[in-house]
Each structure stands twice: as C-alpha cells, then as structure tokens.
T-cell receptor
Framework: GQQLNQSPQSMFIQEGEDVSMNCTSSSIFNTWLWYKQDPGEGPVLLIA?????ELTSNGRLTAQFGITRKDSFLNISASIPSDVGIYFC??????????????FGTGTRLTIIP | KAGVTQTPRYLIKTRGQQVTLSCSPI?????VSWYQQTPGQGLQFLFE???????NKGNFPGRFSGRQFSNSRSEMNVSTLELGDSALYLCASSLETSGGEQYFGPGTRLTVT
C-alpha cells in the first residue's frame, strides 16, 4: 500500500538535543497522527492533529498539521534516553481517497549517543 | 480503562499450517483494524472491522481473513502459511470507523519456519 515519505530515516543525537522529523504526502489527509514504537511492542499514540495549521503539544513533544494538509512535523525538545525508539506518522485520508484506514510513514529511528 | 490486548504474543508455525490471532479492543471501541509489520515493508494495512462488518481491506491475498464478534473482539486467520508471513501482527482499535485515533495492542510475533 501507499506510504508517506517520512524523514529522516534515522537520527543519532546526544541527550539534551532537540529533534525534528516530518512527513510529506502527495495526497491530502484529514487527520495526522504521530506514534512511537519500542522494540517488540505496538505503536503508542503520541499526538493527534485534526485541523490544517493546528499546532499541538504533549509535554516535550510538539506536532503541526501542515496548511496544505499534505505534511506534518514532530519536534521533541531536550531529548532524554526514553525517547529512543521508532517514530511513525500516520495520515487518515478523506472518504473516497482509498480504502485504507491509515497510511503510515516509513518511520524515523531515534538513537541517543551516550 | 484496559488497553488493546492481543493473544498470543508469540507464535511459531510451520509452512503450510494455519493460524488464528485474537484481539480484544478497548472497551467501547467498535472498530478494529489489523496491520502486518515487517522490517522491509513497514506497517501494512490488512483490514478493518466495524460492527461485525469488514469495512476496508488492504492488498493482501485471500489467505488472510478476519472477523469481528458482537462484543467487538476480532480474530484474524492466515491459512497455508508461507515463510514471508513471518511478521509482527498488530491490532488497533478506535471508537468509530472514520477519522479517529487508533490505539494499538502489543502485537503477535508470528514466525513461520
């Protein structure tokens, strides 16, 4: 199935640094979701965005729904060791744009260098 | 409120066998979606059930099937297993079928030998 273009694929940062990742699509979405997945576990929902231009925070995490409805970004400020994992974006297309419930990005693997 | 539960967590099967995986959604959630996750293909949508009806289906062969019960619990079945079916199978539940947040279970790790 179709996947969103998520970048970067991987990031190696030091503890305390800020992190930024984004997702882009050729199609518009009604909803953007950001998930974090730890090894061997299911993705955990971090932030949900429902309106173009919307900026939402969840602790040290901030995400925005792009004005064009074709992109979204996630920022993590002052990274800590438990931020390590794989981050996925997901977009929910408008009705009639395909038969998939959610389209997922390819993931950004975040590693913190000691 | 209890989260999404999936059983079993781990499964080892032989090529040619069939397997049934189970998912119990969050209480009150009526939609259950299934995904296959592999390192090479990422998260791939299998199908979605809402009120015991399949609402959406991904691009998987007919060997992959599912159903949903009146209590919203769902099962997926894979028949005639192939080596390439080895993956983490994730179930996600949401309140309604469109535009809602999905909450994932821990997954079932299926290994086909």
């Amino acid at each position: 199935g179709q996947q969103l273009n998520q970048s970067p694929q991987s990031m190696f940062i030091q503890e305390g640094e800020d992190v930024s990742m984004n997702c882009t699509s050729s199609s518009i979405f009604n909803t953007w979701l950001w998930y974090k997945q730890d090894p061997g576990e299911g993705p955990v929902l971090l932030i949900a965005l429902y309106k173009a231009g919307e900026l939402t925070s969840n602790g040290r995490l901030t995400a925005q729904f792009g004005i064009t409805r074709k992109d979204s970004f996630l920022n993590i400020s002052a990274s800590i060791p438990s931020d390590v994992g794989i981050y996925f974006c997901a977009g929910d297309p408008p009705p009639g744009f395909g038969n998939e419930k959610l389209t997922f990005g390819t993931g950004t693997r975040l590693t913190i260098i000691p | 409120k209890a989260g999404v539960t999936q059983t079993p967590r781990y499964l080892i099967k032989t090529r040619g066998q069939q397997v049934t995986l189970s998912c119990s959604p969050i209480s009150g959630h009526r939609s259950v979606s299934w995904y296959q996750q592999t390192p090479g293909q990422g998260l791939q949508f299998l199908f979605e059930y809402f009120s015991e009806t399949q609402r959406n289906k991904g691009n998987f062969p007919g060997r992959f099937s599912g159903r949903q019960f009146s209590n919203s619990r769902s099962e997926m079945n894979v028949s005639t297993l192939e080596l390439g079916d080895s993956a983490l199978y994730l179930c996600a539940s949401s309140l309604e079928t469109s535009g809602g947040e999905q909450y994932f279970g821990p997954g079932t790790r299926l290994t086909v030998t």
